[in-house]
């Protein structure tokens, strides 16, 4: 074996020895809540499918009669001839759906944000970031070579006192949702504190839209802050949405510069336009089927309740995302491998996911569980002596 390879062996090694080692489940089934994991039935606990839209008939229909139409591939870039009607009329739905001028689809949720941030910024520029933010984030900044800084969770005073005047441009960039605590940013007050600081605020919705707002369109409709208040907002299709892929909206002269200047948008190939067909009709879903969010927050209160009632170490959120405070990275995986063996999928989130003694279980919901679901999951982490 090559040097290197010897290396990386010992590295493996040592990741297994700190129980931050990860594996794959091969799931056998469409994405839902009753899932076969590696040949064994479970109840999902896991999955960022909140709405439960990723196996909706609807949604399987149009995506069907669309390669009838487009076939499967792309072919190429959007820019070159992989851009199509489909791709075009879900942009132009997005941005009428989060109040914005224009919207630019991405092929990734994490391309999107490298793709913004590093065509916005560079250097003699400033990046700040909540220290919680998403890894693909935090990795937009640090490829951009502005200056790049993380300021405390959610806290506005931190921010502030980090800002100092530059000659270039200054970039606040936060979850909307925060994808492992599940609490939400304080958006009213960081976008106060950009305008007060003259600068531009990213708003990352991936786990906020479809679920939050009047029509599920997101915390910046919940919180009723406009494209000024919010000029670059991400969200991604691959969560509430069932589909796969990612936007950008915003300005005119936004989502113009990314079409120039965006590498992630430029130099790959377009998502499959079937794609684009089955998300807007999931769109059209998420918009009149407003009960999904109703009973996504009854199901949500039920598991807080109950998790009160037992003494569970619930943080706070009231976003499907239910995070178990656990710490110990060992631990976590053992009480996830105990609910395994009783038919249930929740999964152990460690460093580098979560700062270090801060391993959780990560609990989320869908539309499509039941109160009987919840009810079964709270048994089951009572008998794992939590």
Request: net charge neutral; glycine share 10%; with cysteine.
């Amino acid at each position: 074996m090559a040097q290197g390879f010897v290396d990386l062996a010992d590295e493996l090694q040592q990741i297994k020895q700190q129980n931050l080692y990860r594996s794959r489940r091969i799931i056998s089934t469409p994405q839902g809540v009753e899932i076969i994991v590696d040949g064994k039935p479970l109840i999902n606990f896991s999955s960022n499918d909140y709405l439960g839209l990723a196996n909706h008939p609807q949604v399987i229909k149009s995506f069907k009669q669309a390669t009838d139409q487009y076939g499967v591939g792309s072919g190429s870039a959007h820019l070159i001839c992989g851009h199509s009607q489909s791709h075009q009329a879900l942009e132009e739905e997005l941005a009428d759906f989060t109040g914005r001028d224009r919207a630019l689809l991405f092929s990734t949720g994490y391309m999107a944000n490298v793709g913004v941030i590093s065509a916005l910024m560079g250097r003699g520029d400033q990046i700040f970031q909540d220290r919680l933010n998403h890894a693909s984030l935090l990795d937009g900044g640090l490829l951009s070579g502005a200056r790049f800084k993380r300021y405390l969770h959610n806290n506005l005073d931190d921010l502030n006192n980090k800002i100092n005047p530059i000659n270039g441009r200054t970039l606040i960039v936060t979850d909307g949702v925060f994808s492992m605590d599940g609490d939400v940013a304080l958006l009213a007050g960081l976008s106060a504190l950009a305008t007060k600081k003259h600068a531009w605020l990213m708003v990352d919705d991936a786990h906020g839209l479809g679920v939050m707002g009047t029509t599920g369109a997101g915390v910046l409709q919940q919180l009723n802050l406009t494209q000024q208040q919010v000029p670059i907002l991400m969200g991604t299709l691959g969560k509430g949405f069932g589909t796969f892929g990612a936007f950008i909206a915003g300005s005119d002269v936004l989502i113009e510069t990314l079409i120039q200047k965006a590498r992630s948008y430029v130099f790959t190939t377009a998502l499959p336009a079937a794609v684009a067909e089955a998300t807007r009709t999931s769109l059209k879903l998420v918009i009149a089927e407003n009960w999904r969010r109703e009973k996504l927050q009854s199901l949500v209160k039920r598991f807080q309740l109950g998790a009160y009632q037992l003494g569970l170490p619930v943080m706070p959120s009231d976003s499907a995302i239910q995070p178990l405070l656990i710490g110990d990275s060992q631990r976590a995986v053992d009480i996830s491998e105990a609910l395994l063996s009783q038919g249930f999928l929740v999964s152990a989130i460690r460093p580098p996911t979560i700062p270090k003694g801060e391993a959780r279980l990560r609990i989320t919901f869908s539309a499509n569980h039941q109160p009987k679901h919840v009810d079964q999951l709270l048994d089951a982490l009572e008998s794992t002596s939590l």
